[in-house]
């Protein structure tokens, strides 16, 4: 069953099919977010986790160490929704999983554009 993520800001969606990668959900529906090699190693497709959580069936990408996962970031090429029951900080008046893709929010999780 297809999953609606929320990009932030702005508010774009993206329905995100059982088993697809968030990137690749998003460049099939023509959004356009920053990535690079498509395998988990540069880091071009960092998102913060504003609300719910991914997961990596295929182990933790190279580039996302323990420390990064604590803060919440996300690997997009690589990470697929897992649940939208649980809430990071901030908080949203929205409910489901929300991602703030490189460059579009401050280190704090907070939306810059
Ligand atoms: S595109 Fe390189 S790590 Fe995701």
Redesign the pocket.
């Known amino acids: 069953m297809p999953v609606t993520v929320r990009l932030v800001p702005g508010g774009t969606t993206s329905k995100v099919a059982e088993h697809e990668t968030v ?1 690749a959900a998003a460049l099939r529906q023509g959004i356009h977010l920053p ?11 960092r998102a913060r986790m504003v609300a719910g959580e991914v997961a990596y069936p295929d182990g933790l ?1 190279l ?1 996302l160490a323990a420390p990064d996962l604590n803060r919440g970031e996300a ?4 990470a697929v929704i897992s649940s939208s029951r649980h809430r990071k900080s901030p908080p949203s008046p929205v409910s489901g999983s929300e991602l703030c893709p490189a460059g579009w929010c401050d280190s704090n999780g907070w939306p810059t554009m």
């Open positions: 990137l990535y690079g090699c498509h395998g988990g190693s540069c880091a071009q497709c990408p580039a690997l997009l090429c690589r």
